[in-house]
């Protein structure tokens, strides 16, 4: 069975770090591009950060470029968020997917449960 957990998500004082990380299990990332999403109540559901593995292209969304980071363990088949100088805007639900189109499988889009993060001021 294919899936991503999330973890790492908290409650944390604004200035401070979090690093969220998600487990992908039943398929191999190496064929995905991978991304993290957030969604704050009343709000619809963003883009963070992707990043591409064939490439290591990666992208952020411009509220947090310079102070989130995407990378991914192969090796572990994880993806990694790590998030400084945090701000009560970025509180939301963070949601980690996993996107491609494997030779041989089709089209597959994959999302975890979701992890929550909380910026106190």
């Known amino acids: 069975q294919m899936h991503l957990v999330e973890s790492g998500g908290g409650l944390v004082q604004s200035g401070g770090s979090l690093r969220l990380s998600c487990s992908a299990s039943g398929f191999n990332l190496d064929y995905y591009s991978v991304g993290w999403f957030r969604q704050a109540p009343g709000r619809e559901r963003e883009g963070v950060s992707c990043l591409t593995i064939s490439s290591n292209d990666t992208r952020y969304a411009g509220s947090v470029k310079g102070r989130f980071i995407i990378s991914v363990d192969n090796g572990k088949n994880m993806v990694y968020l790590q998030m400084n100088n945090l701000n009560p805007e970025d509180t939301a639900v963070y949601y980690c997917?996993?996107?491609?189109?494997?030779?041989?499988?089709?089209?597959?889009?994959?999302w975890g449960q979701g992890t929550q993060v909380t910026v106190s001021s």
């Open positions: 997917n996993a996107e491609g189109e494997p030779s041989g499988v089709g089209y597959r889009n994959y």
